[in-house]
């Protein structure tokens, strides 16, 4: 049953660079986004393996807490 | 003679009936699901031959609803004790072939009775949950051998490793039990955790969720940090506890237990010099860092999935187990949220309570700041940590890799908090405040007046941080008025480590005579 996972950012911060894109086969862990918050620039990893359904972010986007920048469908 | 014979026939009979629990059938369904039975649990946990069942022959209580007349074998509980890689531990394991493995009042008795025989022998207890709950139909008797099981467990908390397998779904009340114990192993896709069920829910609060939701593994290791790991099977549950014990004293009279590993107490890392960036901006795992340090890399981490800005596993170095806390820059910038905090605590809370050293790597921007992270309680949960390492009297060894600001420096167990030895890399920036929020407030005059002038204050800011800089955040300012022993060479984190650990197997601290503190939880 495929599932829409969603990719979240754990805090206020900026996307620095966005490295899947819509229709890109990812794998768990893979790291799909740079976002940088308190002077550092941190990965974020997709929670689960499928293929880029959304991507709601572009470079240089401002993003609260918890927002969902992604959404992975799973198989 | 004889007469003996026939007799000791008779009870092994019996004994060989109570062992068949639910029956074949309900075995056979419990197998088809994924799951063990409770006493090939058991069998699989314990070493061959050692495990001593006690109470197989004790009958439940309950004589309403036609339980006068049911047979309710060893009342749905195996209880014993036996040998775990050569140390003793009790261990229950609840059976879901008998009456769904409900809580009885006499399967309540006999689990607390292991808890009594667990706490005077001074030894680790286990408890394997696999049950429907209470027992309906025994009413006040079940719920009032709850509350003796979480008297138990407070009272035990600290005195004996107490460690809860969840192995089935633990409905209602009896998830209390396992929040008192220590640790909380659940198993992927058999197990669930909550105090009411989808039926229950929905009647009450007109809530639709599955038990998945409710409770499941995802939820509790990743979201509401209840439990500390999921496994993939109950093989992986049994063995992941036998891991978990071999780091563990028998009880907190004891030292965690020395296991020769191999790995030099004189190993230089060359690897650290790569994983550590110089470059504040680049992140990177520390798990990494940890691998390095540790003996042979091994770690055994909890609560992985839940607040990991902050990491909090148990290794050996030079044999002997430690309980490390470090900040995780890769999540976060390694910043301190009330999650985390909560975690941290927790977990150090448990080494002193079972005389683990810790050892507190630090690469920490400072408590997380904005209004999510106020309302979140940060105050009262950041002082958690505060409180947690200043309480405890085990050897407490820190590193500051990188930075190491304000309140997350003395949160991560600065000297100040009781840290014996404090090492910084040359990296390190331990300072008040951040660098730049600092400069904006010592030199806002001075900068406001340039803007006046006409002049640029970004390139009075600039100056002023540089100058900062050279001033107060690097090594040489920390180390000279004594908040670090000494600037080390990344290479020789292990060996720097464990020095200081060595020395400090003859320390002796203790808190004054009190009852208990007050701490802010």
């Given amino acids: 049953m495929p599932k829409e996972v969603p990719v979240t950012v754990p805090m206020v911060g900026k996307i620095v660079k966005v490295l899947a894109n819509l229709g890109d086969a990812v794998k768990e862990d893979d790291e799909v986004a740079t976002f940088e918050a308190m002077k550092m620039e941190m990965p974020v990893v997709a929670p689960a393996t499928g293929k880029v359904k959304k991507v709601n972010i572009q470079p240089g986007q401002l993003v609260e807490a918890d927002s969902v920048i992604m959404v992975i469908e799973t198989e | ?521």
Wanted: include cysteine.
């Fill in chain 2, 1 to 521: 003679m004889e007469d003996m014979v026939k007799k000791v026939q008779e009870i092994e009979g019996l004994r060989l009936k109570i062992k068949a629990g639910g029956g074949e059938e309900l075995m056979a369904k419990q197998r088809k699901s994924g799951k063990m039975t409770a006493r090939e649990r058991i069998a699989y946990l314990f070493d061959e031959g050692t495990f001593v069942e006690f109470d197989i022959f004790a009958k439940h209580i309950g004589r309403d609803y036609g339980l006068d007349k049911k047979s309710v074998p060893a009342d749905g509980v195996v209880t014993g004790f036996g040998k775990i890689n050569g140390r003793y531990a009790f261990c229950y394991s609840e059976d879901f072939t008998v009456i769904a493995g409900t809580f009885g009042e006499m399967h309540g008795r006999k689990v607390c009775k292991t808890l009594d025989l667990a706490l005077k022998m001074n030894c680790p207890v286990i408890g394997i949950n696999d049950s429907g709950g209470a027992r309906v139909t025994e009413e006040m008797g079940a719920l009032s051998v709850y509350g003796q099981l979480f008297y138990r467990n407070s009272r035990a908390s600290g005195t004996i490793p107490q460690i809860a397998l969840i192995m089935g779904p633990v409905a209602g009340g009896q998830a209390y039990s396992p929040a008192l114990m220590d640790f909380i192993i659940m198993v992927e896709k058999t197990s669930y955790m909550f105090i009411a069920g989808p039926p229950l829910v929905k009647a009450v609060v007109f809530e639709d969720a599955t038990e998945e939701e409710l409770g499941g593994p995802q939820v509790h290791t990743e979201i509401s940090g209840v439990a500390d790991l999921a496994v993939a099977d109950d093989k992986a549950c049994l063995d992941t506890t036998k891991e978990l014990l071999s780091y563990l004293p028998s009880s907190c009279s004891d030292e965690p237990p020395y296991a020769e590993t191999g790995d030099s107490p004189e190993r230089e890392s060359e690897e650290l010099l790569k994983i550590i960036p110089t470059d504040p901006n680049k992140s990177y795992d520390m798990h990494d860092v940890i691998r390095e340090i540790v003996d042979s890399g091994r770690i055994y981490e909890v609560k992985g999935r839940y607040a990991a800005n902050v990491i909090t596993c148990f290794a050996r170095m030079n044999g002997r187990p430690v309980g490390i806390i470090a900040s995780n820059p890769n999540i976060m910038a390694g910043a301190l949220d009330f999650k985390a905090s909560q975690k941290a605590a927790r977990f150090i809370r448990f080494c002193d309570s079972f005389n683990i050293p810790l050892v507190n790597l630090q690469d920490v921007p400072a408590f997380l700041v904005g209004t999510k992270s106020e309302r979140d309680g940060i105050i009262r949960h950041g002082a958690k940590m505060l409180y947690a390492y200043s309480e405890a009297t085990v050897p407490k060894i820190t590193v500051v890799l990188r930075k190491a600001y304000a309140g997350g420096y003395l949160a991560m167990c600065s000297k100040d908090l009781g840290a014996d030895f404090v090492f910084e890399l040359p990296t390190g920036e331990i300072c008040l405040m951040g660098p730049p929020g600092a400069v904006n407030i010592l030199f806002r005059k001075e900068m406001q007046d340039a803007k006046e002038k006409g002049q640029n204050p970004e390139e009075v800011r600039q100056k002023r941080l540089k100058e900062f800089y050279e001033k107060y955040v690097n090594p040489l300012y920390s180390a000279g008025l004594q908040h670090v022993d000494d600037i080390i060479d990344p290479r020789r984190m292990r060996p720097a480590i464990i020095s200081a650990l060595e020395i400090c197997r003859n320390k002796t601290d203790s808190l004054p005579k009190k009852k208990h503190g007050n701490m802010p939880i």
